[in-house]
T-cell receptor, first 111, second 114 residues
């Protein structure tokens, strides 16, 4: 079955710095990926998505990079703010339209 | 537009009992998915309903079941509760468009089994 892992369970960054959160996935047939942000007491919130036919996608202050060769996904957050402190999940969609989530990286922004 | 709502938000049950959780999707969304979230396993897919039919199912025992009504509202049921069923149960709805699979999550129901 699919296995989605995150390289670091926790990440601390200084306010204003850029953050990079990494994710490895195991199913080379996965065709769609999403990054979610989950704040304490809330459900996951969509940040950005990317299809497998793309290498990079940019949003507001966020960029997702997809490296299909090594099955690696990353989320870059520019000018990290205190409000970015949360747990970040990557998720992959298999061809059966099921989503598999990683266990999450807890991002702490230091003022 | 109202978001995904889940009821109840918190629930305490005893081992062996059964429980029913409810989810109301965003208006117009016909796909509803259920996930179990625990600290050790993260988010795990339970099942997805679309137009009152179960379209996908994860690897959970038959004690976990669900259904969807004609207004897209969904319920999930867990029978014969076990201590390990303690978790945050999340519901997510989506428009199920061709080019996007963006799911909108509710706040979850925190189930504690004692």
């Amino acid at each position: 079955g699919e296995s989605v892992g995150l390289h670091l369970p926790t990440l601390s960054v200084q306010e204003g710095d850029n953050s990079i959160i990494n994710c490895a996935y195991s199913n080379s047939a996965s065709d769609y990926f999403i990054w979610y942000k989950q704040e304490s007491g809330k459900g996951p919130q969509f940040i950005i998505d990317i299809r497998s036919n793309m290498d990079k996608r940019q949003g507001q202050r966020v960029t997702v990079l997809l490296n299909k060769t090594v099955k690696h996904l990353s989320l870059q957050i520019a000018a990290t703010q205190p409000g970015d402190s949360a747990v970040y999940f990557c998720a992959e969609k298999n061809t059966g339209n099921q989503f598999y989530f990683g266990t999450g990286t807890s991002l702490t922004v230091i003022p | 537009k109202a978001g995904v709502t889940q009821t109840p938000r918190y629930l305490i049950k005893t081992r062996g009992q059964q429980v029913t959780l409810s989810c109301s999707p965003i208006s117009g969304h016909r796909s509803v998915s259920w996930y179990q979230q625990t600290p050790g396993q993260g988010l795990q897919f339970l099942f997805e309903y679309f137009s009152e039919t179960q379209r996908n199912k994860g690897n959970f025992p038959g004690r976990f079941s669900g259904r969807q009504f004609s207004n897209s509202r969904s319920e999930m049921n867990v029978s014969t509760l076990e201590l390990g069923d303690s978790a945050l149960y999340l519901c997510a709805s989506s428009l199920d468009g061709y080019w996007t699979y963006e799911q909108y999550f509710g706040p979850g129901t925190r189930l504690t089994v004692t």
